[in-house]
């Protein structure tokens, strides 16, 4: 059975939206025009990969751990797609999937309907 997970922000973001005005920036910067330094979010994790003492990884690399995760908890792929931004699974499939993916969720899509 594949679900889909619903567009909303998630409950973090809407704790630290709240009360700003649209369009106003969720984690501004130091700079006076509320932008960060291109490097500070691959700067972050990488302190927190460390601290967690876990393989330090690029914030990009963490679509292809979103997308093989949620496709392997069922979610349907054309939702993952969406969820990156492609307007079609079969980039999701070819970029961003672990291989072997697909077929796996399949499998046990079908062994939910045979039990």
Do not use: F
């Not at 973090?12 to 501004?28: H, I, N, Q, T």
């Amino acid at each position: 059975m594949c679900s889909e997970i619903a567009n909303r922000p998630c409950p973090c973001s809407g704790a630290v939206a709240k009360g700003k005005l649209p369009g106003a920036w969720l984690w501004p910067g130091e700079s006076e025009s509320g932008h960060r330094e291109l490097t500070w979010l691959r700067k972050g994790l990488a302190k927190l990969c460390k601290q967690a003492g876990v393989l330090v990884v690029c914030p990009h690399g963490l679509r292809g751990t979103h997308a093989t995760l949620a496709e392997e908890a069922g979610t349907a792929g054309e939702a993952v797609a969406r969820q990156l931004g492609h307007t079609s699974h079969r980039v999701t499939e070819d970029h961003y999937l672990e291989r072997g993916t697909v077929e796996r969720a399949r499998g046990r899509a079908v062994l939910q309907v045979v039990r």
